[in-house]
């Protein structure tokens, strides 16, 4: 068929109109995927069903037994695994928190229009599996090898192009990844990517490729589309960008007291207040969270807790705050060990992706 | 505290104006609940994760070991259970399909402003417990008793008013009823009510109370919030309304081929598709489903598998269709022993209630 005619069904990118709501396409998307009820930051390990999900196309049908990775490209032999032969090679479990690289995308003004994130593409688990280097030494990386290709089940449209799900990882940086076969001690689910995903600690999510059936080593950078036209830090459309990687510093609240259905306005009674969250970074441990309960103007530090034994996952913070009777807005700030920390504005570009400005957590105390 | 400051956070149910967006209030709930991806109606039950949520306040931190349900009221003996005896009395599993009374109200024009659901808020599972049978022959129904309260432990504010979320049933209804702490074989998960939920086969999900911690029994029909002010059909604010109960018809196709990402249009290749799906009613087995490819205008029958042994549970249905190069629009119309049929247009009430207007599937063949 005619590169028009896909066209036809699949938009280019754009940016909404300015006061422009929610369309009907974005809420499509939002329907399918998920973020975490914000809630549920209180476990250290998040439950598979609260993780925050995006699936680009459609979760594709699996079948673990008849399942194979192949293995190809620049090696000296080439693989082809079933998930026994994965099973039977050395396996580890590291607790990994993921984040969405468009989280934050639907509070961007003006709008990117795509899965219209608010704070909440964030999830921890316990990912099993064994890592990459234990496949790419039985296989041998070819001498001229730079980078390693992942190749998804998940097949769709997107801006035109017609693809499976692809994303490459230098090969230094694919040193540290792991072919993951279970979540929080379960077979992967179907929507974390049944039966087999990479993990790529401290990167966001659109690193982590899920299906995972084919890894090919190339001679040359991969220019496939997800990683030279999406996921992209751009202002204007047609500008090179620069590539999206590592997650950027966060702090998210635990929303104190009980909501409104509707406002998600949160009441709390009045008097002492024990608050508690979660930050993290894809830059290094973070060092500092300041919390203000007046939207920002003034700070005070929180009691945050050390990475411990899980680098790449998210820290546990809490402070005291006694709330007088009101309205408040309550936020957090994290700063990492790399000197980055969280903006007060949103930082705006095309694709939407990186928007780590602070949480707004709206109180009324009484 | 004055009733009129809560109601500054919470504020009146409104409907849309026209051509208005979807706004930030109903964002941050599509962004916490979830819907079925569409084409998770190939399993006959649904992964847990990837079931329809929707939670009224905060998905409520529960310990299993010390949970208890009250039984009491209009009962010769009250009682206080804990998981272990609940456990103890006979279990019993029933696949059951449950749907958010809700589902359909982000098409409805205008539109009222709540959890803004297209058409995938549905899901089957596999719920294990024991009936609400044995537990009210041990309390020992009093004579004057008509209803049974249900009171989950999610707590928050809904339209002005402070509250546990709480449900009632008929006592006649109440016999067939589930106290189900199992989900697909496996304890709850919070997001469904863990540890203990009520299942309640052939209605709309409100009466499905999650986080189950008491059981009234009452001479006098409740008169709660979730009962008499929210889930009722009404055509202006004021009226009384009919209660919403039942889940009223619904047929959903799987969506052929594959998708563009932000138009969820699929692709099709021209020649013979097998389509499949499944159907559902909570006034009887569903009895026919047809098939459209022109938006409506024409039908064809479809093959529909009989309720089988899970008279609470969909059905499924496939039928075969011959691609013609081009744009179509497919749907699906089922029709339940009770002469329920699913309405082409969407039937507007206040509170976006019930709609089961036919799915429009938009397929670009090729």
Same mark, same amino acid.
């Given at each position: 068929?005619?590169?028009?005619?896909?066209? @036809?069904?699949?938009?280019?990118?754009?940016? *909404?109109?300015?006061?422009?709501?929610?369309?009907? $396409?974005?809420?499509?998307?939002?329907? =399918?995927?998920?973020?975490?009820?914000?809630?549920?930051?209180?476990? $250290?390990?998040?439950? %598979?069903?609260?993780?925050?999900?995006?699936?680009?196309?459609?979760?594709?049908?699996? @079948?673990?037994?008849?399942?194979?990775?192949?293995?190809?490209?620049?090696?000296?032999?080439?693989? $082809?695994? @079933?998930? %026994?032969?994965?099973?039977?090679?050395?396996?580890?479990?590291? =607790?990994?928190?993921?984040?969405?690289?468009?989280?934050?995308?639907?509070?961007?003004?003006? =709008?990117?229009?795509?899965?219209?994130?608010?704070?909440?593409?964030?999830?921890?688990?316990?990912?099993?599996?064994?890592?990459?280097?234990?496949?790419?030494?039985? *296989?041998?990386?070819?001498?001229?090898?730079?980078? *390693?290709?992942?190749?998804?089940? @998940?097949?769709?449209?997107?801006?035109?192009?017609?693809?499976?799900?692809?994303?490459?990882?230098?090969?230094?940086?694919?040193?540290?990844?792991?072919?993951?076969?279970?979540?929080?001690?379960?077979?992967?689910?179907?929507?974390?990517?049944?039966?087999?995903?990479?993990?790529?600690?401290?990167?966001?999510?659109?690193?982590?490729?899920?299906?995972?059936?084919?890894?090919?080593?190339?001679?040359?950078?991969?220019?496939?589309?997800?990683?030279?036209?999406?996921?992209?830090?751009?202002?204007?459309?047609?500008?090179?960008?620069?590539?999206?990687?590592?997650?950027?510093?966060?702090?998210?609240?635990?929303?104190?007291?009980?909501?409104?259905?509707?406002?998600?306005?949160?009441?709390? =009674?009045?008097?002492?207040?024990?608050?508690?969250?979660?930050?993290?970074?894809?830059?290094?441990?973070?060092?500092?969270?300041?919390?203000?309960? $007046?939207?920002?103007?003034?700070?005070?530090?929180?009691?945050?807790?050390?990475?411990?034994?899980?680098?790449?996952?998210?820290?546990?913070?809490?402070?005291?705050?006694?709330?007088?009777?009101?309205?408040?807005?309550?936020?957090?700030?994290?700063?990492?060990?790399?000197?980055?920390?969280?903006?007060?504005?949103?930082?705006?570009?095309?694709?939407?992706?990186?928007?780590?400005?602070?949480?707004?957590?709206?109180?009324?105390?009484?």
């Amino acid at each position: 068929m005619e590169p028009s005619s896909l066209r @036809d069904v699949s938009a280019p990118g754009r940016v *909404a109109d300015a006061g422009e709501g929610i369309g009907a $396409d974005e809420l499509a998307l939002a329907a =399918r995927n998920h973020g975490l009820p914000l809630e549920a930051l209180r476990y $250290d390990v998040t439950p %598979a069903g609260l993780h925050y999900v995006l699936v680009h196309y459609d979760i594709p049908e699996a @079948d673990g037994e008849a399942w194979r990775l192949s293995v190809g490209g620049s090696v000296r032999t080439p693989l $082809d695994l @079933d998930l %026994a032969a994965l099973r039977a090679l050395p396996a580890v479990t590291r =607790r990994v928190t993921m984040e969405c690289a468009g989280n934050g995308r639907a509070r961007l003004a003006p =709008r990117p229009v795509s899965q219209p994130w608010l704070v909440e593409a964030v999830g921890t688990a316990d990912w099993t599996g064994t890592p990459l280097r234990s496949v790419l030494d039985a *296989a041998g990386v070819g001498s001229g090898a730079v980078e *390693a290709v992942f190749t998804g089940a @998940d097949h769709g449209v997107e801006r035109g192009v017609e693809q499976d799900y692809q994303r490459a990882l230098a090969l230094p940086v694919a040193e540290d990844v792991l072919l993951a076969y279970a979540m929080n001690g379960a077979p992967l689910p179907p929507q974390h990517g049944y039966p087999l995903r990479l993990v790529v600690p401290g990167w966001y999510g659109m690193a982590h490729v899920k299906w995972l059936r084919d890894i090919t080593l190339v001679d040359r950078p991969f220019t496939g589309f997800q990683q030279t036209v999406a996921y992209r830090y751009r202002q204007a459309p047609g500008e090179p960008g620069v590539p999206v990687d590592r997650i950027a510093p966060r702090a998210l609240l635990v929303p104190p007291g009980f909501p409104d259905f509707m406002s998600r306005t949160r009441v709390v =009674r009045a008097g002492p207040v024990r608050l508690e969250g979660r930050a993290w970074s894809g830059h290094g441990p973070v060092t500092e969270v300041l919390f203000s309960a $007046d939207d920002g103007r003034t700070w005070t530090p929180t009691d945050l807790a050390p990475p411990d034994a899980h680098p790449g996952a998210w820290q546990s913070w809490h402070t005291e705050w006694t709330a007088a009777p009101g309205r408040h807005v309550l936020t957090a700030r994290a700063t990492d060990a790399s000197g980055r920390t969280q903006p007060l504005e949103p930082p705006w570009n095309r694709g939407g992706f990186g928007n780590n400005a602070i949480q707004r957590v709206r109180v009324f105390s009484r």
